[in-house]
């Protein structure tokens, strides 16, 4: 992979990285403990917003991961060690990273990872 790939791929990870931080600012609300007064709400409708807010914290969880995912590739990028495998050090196919920038293994060491899940 060469520098103006490794630049464009930055500059596409800065901006889903920006999109994610809107995005985690503006779930804030939802993820947030849903009233338990039966007086203001029926029994149906707090468990609407309890699966609600349950489906938030799940979103909320997985765009944090998301983020540190970006985060990680960032690192790499900058440490110039972005596109090797972290597990065998052979460079990641640049057609993957194209469609996935935060990947971290080869096609084979992916493969035993999940092999030995």
Same mark, same amino acid.
């Given at each position: 992979?060469?520098?103006?790939?490794? *630049?464009?791929?930055?500059?596409? *990870?800065?901006?889903?990285a920006e999109s994610l931080r809107a995005c985690l600012e503006s779930? !804030?609300?939802?993820?947030?403990? $849903? &009233?338990?007064?039966?007086?203001? $709400?029926?029994?149906?409708?707090?468990? =609407? #917003?309890? &699966?609600?807010?349950?489906?938030?914290?799940? +979103?909320?969880? /997985?765009? &944090?991961? #998301?983020? /540190? &995912?970006?985060?990680?590739? %960032? +690192?790499?990028?900058?440490?110039?060690?972005?596109?090797?495998? $972290? =597990?065998? =050090?052979?460079?990641?196919?640049?057609?993957?990273?194209?469609?996935?920038?935060? %990947?971290?293994?080869? +096609?084979?060491? !992916?493969? $035993? /990872?999940?092999?030995?899940?």
């Amino acid at each position: 992979m060469d520098d103006a790939q490794r *630049l464009a791929l930055k500059h596409k *990870l800065l901006a889903e990285a920006e999109s994610l931080r809107a995005c985690l600012e503006s779930g !804030a609300e939802a993820a947030a403990p $849903v &009233q338990l007064d039966q007086a203001s $709400v029926g029994r149906l409708s707090r468990m =609407d #917003a309890m &699966q609600s807010q349950a489906m938030a914290i799940e +979103t909320r969880r /997985r765009q &944090q991961l #998301a983020l /540190r &995912q970006i985060e990680i590739s %960032l +690192t790499r990028i900058d440490a110039s060690d972005f596109g090797y495998c $972290v =597990d065998c =050090d052979e460079p990641i196919d640049p057609r993957r990273l194209l469609l996935n920038p935060t %990947l971290t293994c080869c +096609t084979r060491c !992916a493969s $035993v /990872r999940e092999s030995s899940s």
